[in-house]
């Protein structure tokens, strides 16, 4: 089962791999001793930008999964799963 369109994927790997940049770019920080709030700043950074990962694949998780199950009565696990990451992204 294909879980994201091709067009989804491919936005998602991108971002994914600008994130990778940025980790490797904080690894480089952390190893010139860059200056505390400097990092803390890129760290940030990284942060915001899997939040954005996370926002498209919740987007598409509901656009396609949660309202497939909806629509063939699987209403409870679709329900079950949103919750759960609702709470998971709280934390």
């Known amino acids: ?10 936005k998602v790997i991108r971002r994914l791999k600008i ?6 770019g904080l690894q480089e920080m952390v190893g010139q001793d860059t200056y505390c709030i400097d990092i803390i700043t ?3 950074a990284v942060k915001q930008a899997l939040s954005g990962v996370e926002d498209t694949l919740m987007e598409n998780h509901l656009n396609h999964c949660v309202h497939k199950q ?6 409870g696990k679709a329900v079950e799963e949103v919750l759960k ?5 709280r934390k």
């Open 70 to 75: 909806m629509t063939s009565g699987q209403t």
């Open 1 to 10: 089962m294909k879980y994201l369109h091709d067009e989804g994927k491919q």
């Open 85 to 89: 990451v609702y709470k998971l992204k």
């Open 42 to 44: 890129q760290s940030s």
């Open 19 to 24: 994130i990778e940049g940025q980790i490797r």
